[in-house]
Antibody, heavy 121, light 110 residues
Framework: QVHLVESGGGVVQPGGSLRLSCAAS????????MHWVRQAPGKGLEWVAF????????YFADSVKGRFTISRDNSKNTLYLQMNSLRAEDTAVYYC??????????????WGQGTLVTVSS | QSALTQPPSVSGSPGQSVTISCTGT?????????VSWYQQPPGTAPKLVIY???NRPSGVPDRFSGSKSGNTASLTISGLQAEDEADYYC??????????FGGGTKLTVL
């Protein structure tokens, strides 16, 4: 079955950087678009980014545009989120999620358990 | 990229039905049949319960149903059970090729 495992979370100072990874298994990773979605403590879900099945196109929320980059390595079945210039408001659990579609990020159907990122001095 | 609008909370007794609304704009909910609903019990990852407005993934009880009219989508849970108590989120594809979520609704089973 579909299995997504995020890693790389932790505590980072404001202005710092962090790279999250998401290891995928149980499906043909190279055939599906992938998302990152975050959830601040006690708050709702916020979509962060989407990448097409082949990495050819990437889309970002305005709140992270220019600071975060999404990428994937289909040979390693792994999704990444590079986060730079981190701010306190980026503190959240970050989930990776598989989409039902290869090209458009229309419906995340399977989610990982998330990794916590805390931005604090 | 404003969040879709959901009521903060709804409640119902076991066996009753509840409906959660999700209001967007003509740039998201109103233009695409790509509305999904997610169930999130405390401390767990979201689980897809409705996709493409009305469709249920395999394994989701038929007590869960979805609909849409104009810029507003709805999730109805009939025959409420204690296990349905959770936060529920809607999402929609947008004209900017992005995804937007609702603010979430806490369902309490009395």
């Amino acid at each position: 079955q579909v299995h997504l495992v995020e890693s790389g979370g932790g505590v980072v100072q404001p202005g710092g950087s962090l790279r999250l990874s998401c290891a995928a298994s149980g499906f043909t990773f190279s055939s599906y678009g992938m998302h990152w979605v975050r959830q601040a403590p006690g708050k709702g879900l916020e979509w962060v980014a989407f990448i097409r099945y082949d990495g050819s196109n990437k889309y970002f929320a305005d709140s992270v545009k220019g600071r975060f980059t999404i990428s994937r390595d289909n040979s390693k079945n792994t999704l990444y989120l590079q986060m730079n210039s981190l701010r306190a408001e980026d503190t959240a659990v970050y989930y990776c999620a598989k989409d039902v579609n290869m090209i458009r990020g229309v419906t995340p159907d399977y989610w990982g358990q998330g990794t916590l990122v805390t931005v604090s001095s | 990229q404003s969040a879709l609008t959901q009521p903060p909370s709804v409640s119902g007794s076991p066996g009753q039905s509840v409906t959660i609304s999700c209001t967007g704009t003509s740039s998201d909910v109103g233009s695409y049949n790509r509305v999904s609903w997610y169930q999130q019990p405390p401390g767990t990852a979201p689980k897809l319960v409705i996709y493409e407005v009305t469709n249920r993934p395999s394994g989701v009880p038929d007590r869960f149903s979805g609909s849409k009219s104009g810029n507003t989508a709805s999730l109805t849970i009939s025959g409420l059970q204690a296990e349905d108590e959770a936060d529920y989120y809607c999402s929609s594809y947008t004209s900017s090729s992005t995804l937007v979520f609702g603010g979430g609704t806490k369902l309490t089973v009395l």
